[in-house]
């Protein structure tokens, strides 16, 4: 009977957690108002179970009906920490892909990729309301009551509600109560008695907390009355200093605090960021954190050796960025253990600037699940990496000195790695950009000439940091990827053409830009290409017509950037059956646009960008434009008006920026 009872304090703890990480991340994204709206609603449903949940506790063990209400708690929980996840992970993407993009690019991709992921993550949040919901109606009918009894006090301190209150208040007004649970999202130290590190140790603390400016504690000894590793519901903790403007900076000092900082064996999540002391404390060393779920060590410059985390048993996320002084990793990383890292599914290492080995040749078993591994700014990093026998997803760049690595993974990012050699046998999306990547993505693609499972290539490469005769590449053989469901070339100086001589059923997703010399689309498209669904075009100066026969019926989304002659070729190239939904333009010549009969009908979406010389919209040309429901004028500084006779009645939007 034991066994399958619930702990009401771990789904309150879920609870909290959750609360707090979905605050702080959604809010980057859902800047409308309708979102902060349904996040607002979202946290309030999520509030609503947490109250009672000590109740259902205290109630599970005489009811089986409030035991059940607990285990559909839980999972709805873990639901929305699911959520959370997949958010993190595609931000993650779509930071990476950010990061080397040209400015326009950027904001092309930022508008699809956040347009898809919105849609997304509204949908699931609606489905978590959805269950919370019914969990607060099913609460009430159980008679659950909050608190779980009249002597229980639960307080929370979150940013929104910080400014006004200070912490030495609450205790002030609190008393002793025997049952105070105190969650705060934030503590900063000062020098004052009212707000210094042993405040902390007259809290009951609960969920996550941030401890800041530790570099404001002048007695270590102070550090233990905080008294950390007696507070089991105490599952998050982030440790930082700051050392901005600080003339002295005491190692050996830090080294003290964070020893005496000992968390509880409980702690789940742990972040230790600018610490300047030479070694971690001796309970991150000796492994005294068995339930720790996520680790992130950053900026701990000074420290040459990392602790044994291999041997954490349910370590699933570690991150490690800027370790300066790191420059081997050794078996003691993995804990001389054969089956190290057993938990952990991702991985990442960032701005290892003095890393150079990672002696792992004799480790075994290590990283049975490693499903998603980042490694960014690893330039004197060489030989091997270790074997992943589960990796999903691998993201590799600057790291120009890895010569070898023999990886089998589902989905591969690269830039600027051009001494990398690649087991391609599992691969299925592949993306590689930077300085001299599509030189060396030539003997790639004539490696992978026989790949049928690839579904998706992206190769960018700067076109300026290319000479004129290193890449040869001249004519890409589509035919080769039978599989592929979206190419993207892009940077390719002698690029010519793409060949096909079949009929591709899956491709649906084309990209051609700064590419000089291209001047033909595959022969035969509209025939060949069924399933094309979104064509973008830019910066291809020779690409002067579409082929004969036209363009794809099915093609809903184009996008021609400095590709002016094309458009006037658009409706032509399309007939009289187009399904196209959405054009973007983007062209520095054009003064006036829209003449009649020079798009299709069939257009619901119609958006300039980055048109610095257009001057006027015709109204003829617009209103040829039935369908048009929505407008969008983004960089058109010198357009001053909108035509004299209005804008059609079906335009519903009008999106003007800059």
Known sequence: MAAEMVTGVLVSTFLERTIDTLASRLFDIFHQRKHKKKLRYLKMKLLAIDVVALDAEQKQFTDSRVRDWLLRAKDVVIDAEDLLDELDYELSKNQMEAESHSAAKKVWSSLNSSFLIENEIESRMAEVIDDLGDLADESNILGLKKGGGVEDVCIRIGVDEQEGIGVENVAAHLGKPKNVQVSMSSFHVEKSKEMNIQRLGQFNLHGRLTIDDLQNIENPSDALEADLKSKPHLVGLQFKWNFIGSSSVDSAKAEDVVENLRPSKYLKNLSIRNYIGKQFPNWLLHNSLPNLVSLVLDDCRSCERLPPLGLLPFLKELSIYRLDGIVSIDADFHGNNSSSFKSLQTLSFSDMRQWEKWDCQDVTGAFPRLEHFWIKNCPKLKAYLPKFVALKFLDVRHCEQLEALIVSAIELRLQDCGKLQLDCSTLKNLTMDGHDMAASSVAMVGHMLFNTSLTMLSICSPLESISDDCVSLRIFPLDFFPTLKRLELSGFPNLQMISQDH?????????????????????????????????????????????????????????????????????????????????????????????????????????FFDCPNLKKLDYKGLLQLSSLRELCLWECPNLQRLPEEGLPISISTLDIYN
């Open 503 to 607: 009929v591709h059923n899956h491709l649906g997703y084309l990209t051609i830009e700064k590419c000089p010399k291209f001047e033909s689309l595959p022969a035969n498209m509209h025939m060949r290409l069924p399933s094309l669904g979104r064509l973008h075009i830019a910066d291809c100066p020779t690409l002067e017509s579409f082929p004969d026969g036209g363009l794809p019926s099915n093609l809903k989304y184009i996008t021609l950037w400095n590709c002016f002659r094309l458009v006037g070729l658009l409706k032509g190239a399309l007939g009289d059956s187009s399904s196209l939904e959405s054009l973007e333009i983007s062209t520095p010549d054009a003064e006036c646009f829209l003449d009649e009969c020079l798009l299709p009908s069939s257009l619901t979406r119609l958006q």
